[in-house]
């Protein structure tokens, strides 16, 4: 079955710096790759997503990128802000609208 | 709309006893989730309905039941709950059409089994 791993498990950046999380995968087949950004003792929500007929995809200061030669895909962070302090999760769907998370990436934003 | 809820918040059992968590979804979606939360492991996939009157197990099943009641509700049951089962339980929902695969998550409910 499908199996993501993501990167780093922490992350600490200065506020206004740009901050970067990796995740790879093993089924090819897997078309569809969300993000989720987790706020303490919240639910997870969705802040962008690909799918794997697209290379790059931006929203203001976030964007995501899909390799699908190399299966990773990357979330891009800039001008961090202190409320971007969050539990970041990617996830893979290797369909039937399925989702495999990886183990998620703890972001600190210091002012 | 109310979007996915979740009941109950919090829930305290001892070792043996059983539970039944609610979920309900209010966006006409076709497909709903069970997902548990532990630290360190992300979210694990219990149960899910891709449409109203069917179920298939995920990664984590063993020790829960699943009812898909009609297409809103969906529901877990724990029959005689472990320690191990101590964790956040999300339930989500997805659509149809293009956008099947986006899932929306409730807010969840902390449990605790002593």
């Not at chain 2, 006409?28 to 492991?41: E, K």
């Not at chain 2, 709950?81 to 339930?91: H, K, L, M, W």
Request: glycine share 8%.
């Amino acid at each position: 079955g499908e199996n993501v791993e993501q990167h780093p498990s922490t992350l600490s950046v200065q506020e206004g710096d740009s901050a970067v999380i990796k995740c790879t995968y093993s089924d090819s087949a897997s078309n569809y790759f969300p993000w989720y950004k987790q706020e303490l003792g919240k639910r997870p929500q969705l802040i962008i997503d690909i799918r794997s007929n697209v290379g790059e995809k931006k929203d203001q200061r976030i964007a995501v990128t899909l390799n699908k030669t190399a299966k990773h895909f990357s979330l891009h962070i800039t001008e961090t802000q202190p409320e971007d302090s969050a539990v970041y999760f990617c996830a893979a769907s290797p369909g039937f609208q399925k989702l495999v998370f990886g183990t998620g990436t703890r972001l600190l934003v210091s002012p | 709309n109310a979007g996915v809820t979740q009941t109950p918040k919090f829930q305290v059992l001892k070792t043996g006893q059983s539970m039944t968590l609610q979920c309900a979804q209010d966006m006409n979606h076709n497909s709903m989730y069970w997902y548990r939360q532990d630290p360190g492991m992300g979210l694990r996939l219990i149960y899910y309905s891709a449409s109203e009157g069917t179920t298939d197990k995920g990664e984590v099943p063993n020790g829960y039941n699943v009812s898909r009641l009609n297409k809103r509700e969906f529901s877990l049951r724990l029959e005689s709950a472990a320690p191990s089962q101590t964790s956040v339980y999300f339930c989500a929902s997805s659509g149809m059409g293009p956008l099947a695969d986006t899932q929306y998550f409730g807010p969840g409910t902390r449990l605790t089994v002593l």
